[in-house]
């Protein structure tokens, strides 16, 4: 809008102005129009400037620009800060939601385990409980806030819990204390975990604590105590039982040592005289009675012998060593060689190191060794095998031979006194010589099996256990598979 010579009239000028204002200030978010407007306006101050427009005019005209142009700035300035705020609060809401989300799935997890756990700030009262502890003492968490343990527990109970969390506030570390509680079954016993909440500059604000129930392992630890103490009472019992039984076998060895060898030595004797002066005087019959009483006598010494043998390993005193076996089975083999040199005898003696009692061990092969060598009287040649399986304290010890053997149906009573599987015509012997191997392998913590088949020998084992006690086991144990 021009005048015929180009120039603007002041009218159209001051409208375009005021309608221009009136824009920027109903719409200030368009802070794009503001400059626009701004750079309009002084253009127009000079078109009236020029035009011969009067000053005053002008200068209304200018400041009203100029006011226009603070309009459009304070508009797009005005316009940002909405902008930003507008993207803080959405950002705000989401934190906020996240936050809440992570906070009901950890009052979930607090509320679905069985263990008490509370929050006390540090002067003692409750901030939060989970639902155990709701449970347990018939509360509400929403009642419980502010409050002390001693409005809740006795007066005893409470000041040890306030104890406990003063402790834990003080060290300022982890604690792991004992608590009892009242039940309604009576008190339970809490093995509690305390420690401080701190804050940013790491100053102490609160204590949390988390108990867990341990009255039935109380319970039970205090059962298992009485059975203790009442098995060990029933083992001073057996105990005080056993040595007077010992007592008993020791004075029933002193008689069968002393009482009985008397008479016997008596029938010897007497039979031994009948045989020398008076043989001649006694027909075919009586000589063979006579000779019976005598070797009847004679085994009956011998089974005297074996009897205080047997007494003497059960009551001999056990002093544990290093013990090399295998020396032991060749000064034992060369002994019985040299009571009968002319048999033909292949020996084979590996070496074997063990730990236990060397004179008890040294009677444990004594007797396996002198069966061997018996019952492989008939074989020519005799094979005698000394040796072990495997190492340490997994090693198992044998005697084999190629002997006359037995009925493995019948292993079992090879380690029963007085058992035998063979008469004592055909290999003479008193049938404890295995018991006694038996009872001090079982001394030693071991135990012993026997294989064979009749007619091709036998192989007797043994295992010995350095560091058992001197219990005994079964003298019947299973054979290996």
Same mark, same amino acid.
């Given at each position: 809008?021009?005048?015929?010579?180009?120039?603007?009239?002041?009218?159209?000028?001051?409208?375009?102005?005021?309608?221009?204002?009136?824009?920027?200030?109903?719409?200030?978010?368009?802070?794009?129009?503001?400059?626009?407007?701004?750079?309009?306006? /002084? !253009?127009? #101050?000079? @078109? +009236?400037?020029? $035009? *011969?427009?009067?000053?005053? =005019?002008?200068?209304?005209? &200018?400041? %009203? /620009? !100029?006011? #226009?142009? @603070? +309009?459009?700035? $304070? *508009?797009?300035?005005?316009? =940002?800060?909405?902008?930003? &705020?507008? %993207? /803080?609060?959405?950002?705000?809401?989401?934190?906020?939601?996240?936050?809440?989300?992570?906070s009901d799935q950890l009052w979930k997890v607090i509320d679905s385990t069985s263990a008490v756990i509370?929050?006390?700030?540090?002067?003692?009262?409750?901030?939060?409980?989970?639902?155990?502890?709701?449970?347990?003492?018939?509360?509400?968490?929403?009642?419980?806030?502010?409050?002390?343990?001693?409005?809740?527990?006795?007066?005893?109970?409470?000041?040890?819990?306030?104890?406990?969390?003063?402790?834990?506030?003080?060290?300022?570390?982890?604690?792991?204390?004992?608590?009892?509680?009242?039940?309604?079954?009576?008190?339970?016993?809490?093995?509690?975990?305390?420690?401080?909440?701190?804050?940013?500059?790491?100053?102490?604000?609160?204590?949390?604590?988390?108990?867990?129930?341990?009255?039935?392992?109380?319970?039970?630890?205090?059962?298992?105590?009485?059975?203790?103490?009442?098995?060990?009472?029933?083992?001073?019992?057996?105990?005080?039982?056993?040595?007077?039984?010992?007592?008993?076998?020791?004075?029933?060895?002193?008689?069968?040592?002393?009482?009985?060898?008397?008479?016997?030595?008596?029938?010897?004797?007497?039979?031994?005289?009948?045989?020398?002066?008076?043989?001649?005087?006694?027909?075919?019959?009586?000589?063979?009675?006579?000779?019976?009483?005598?070797?009847?006598?004679?085994?009956?010494?011998?089974?005297?012998?074996?009897?205080?043998?047997?007494?003497?390993?059960?009551?001999?005193?056990?002093?544990?060593?290093?013990?090399?076996?295998?020396?032991?089975?060749?000064?034992?083999?060369?002994?019985?060689?040299?009571?009968?040199?002319?048999?033909?005898?292949?020996?084979?003696?590996?070496?074997?190191?063990?730990?236990?009692?060397?004179?008890?061990?040294?009677?444990?092969?004594?007797?396996l060794l002198a069966n061997a060598w018996k019952f492989t009287a008939g074989r020519t040649p005799a094979?005698?095998?000394?040796?072990?399986?495997?190492?340490?304290?997994?090693?198992?010890?044998?005697?084999?031979?190629?002997?006359?053997?037995?009925?493995?149906?019948?292993?079992?009573?090879?380690?029963?006194?007085?058992?035998?599987?063979?008469?004592?015509?055909?290999?003479?012997?008193?049938?404890?010589?295995?018991?006694?191997?038996?009872?001090?392998?079982g001394r030693h913590g071991g135990r012993t099996w026997a294989r064979s088949v009749p007619g091709q020998?036998?192989?007797?084992?043994?295992?010995?256990?350095?560091?058992?006690?001197?219990?005994?086991?079964?003298?019947?144990?299973?054979?290996?598979?």
């Open positions: 809008m021009t005048s015929g010579d180009g120039t603007a009239k002041p009218g159209a000028v001051r409208r375009r102005l005021r309608v221009r204002a009136s824009a920027v200030r109903r719409a200030p978010l368009l802070a794009g129009m503001a400059a626009v407007i701004a750079v309009t306006g /002084a !253009a127009d #101050v000079l @078109v +009236l400037a020029s $035009a *011969g427009a009067e000053p005053s =005019r002008t200068t209304a005209i &200018a400041v %009203a /620009a !100029a006011d #226009v142009a @603070v +309009l459009g700035t $304070a *508009g797009l300035f005005a316009a =940002r800060v909405a902008t930003r &705020a507008k %993207a /803080a609060v959405r950002s705000t809401q989401t934190l906020l939601l996240e936050a809440t989300k992570e509370y929050m006390r700030d540090i002067d003692g009262r409750y901030i939060l409980v989970n639902r155990e502890f709701e449970l347990l003492f018939n509360v509400q968490r929403e009642t419980i806030v502010g409050l002390t343990s001693h409005d809740l527990f006795p007066k005893d109970i409470a000041d040890r819990f306030r104890a406990n969390d003063l402790k834990a506030l003080k060290r300022g570390v982890p604690i792991q204390v004992e608590e009892v509680a009242p039940h309604p079954d009576g008190p339970h016993i809490y093995i509690t975990v305390k420690y401080p909440i701190t804050d940013m500059d790491g100053r102490p604000h609160a204590v949390c604590g988390i108990s867990t129930d341990i009255t039935d392992l109380k319970r039970a630890e205090k059962h298992v105590s009485m059975l203790i103490t009442e098995l060990e009472t029933r083992v001073r019992e057996r105990t005080a039982e056993l040595e007077a039984t010992t007592r008993e076998l020791d004075a029933f060895a002193y008689s069968v040592s002393h009482d009985l060898r008397a008479p016997l030595r008596t029938i010897g004797g007497f039979s031994e005289i009948l045989l020398e002066d008076y043989a001649a005087q006694l027909d075919a019959t009586g000589l063979d009675y006579l000779k019976r009483v005598c070797t009847a006598t004679e085994r009956m010494s011998d089974l005297i012998d074996a009897l205080l043998s047997l007494s003497h390993t059960a009551r001999t005193e056990l002093v544990r060593r290093p013990v090399d076996l295998g020396e032991a089975a060749r000064e034992i083999l060369a002994e019985l060689a040299g009571a009968e040199p002319g048999r033909e005898v292949e020996i084979v003696i590996e070496d074997l190191p063990a730990t236990g009692d060397a004179t008890l061990l040294a009677v444990v092969l004594q007797n094979h005698i095998h000394v040796g072990s399986i495997g190492t340490g304290e997994d090693r198992t010890y044998f005697v084999a031979d190629n002997g006359a053997g037995f009925d493995a149906r019948y292993a079992k009573k090879l380690f029963t006194p007085f058992q035998r599987l063979h008469s004592a015509e055909e290999f003479p012997g008193t049938g404890i010589g295995l018991a006694i191997v038996s009872r001090i392998v020998g036998a192989t007797f084992y043994f295992t010995l256990a350095p560091s058992a006690s001197d219990s005994p086991v079964s003298e019947n144990a299973p054979e290996d598979t």
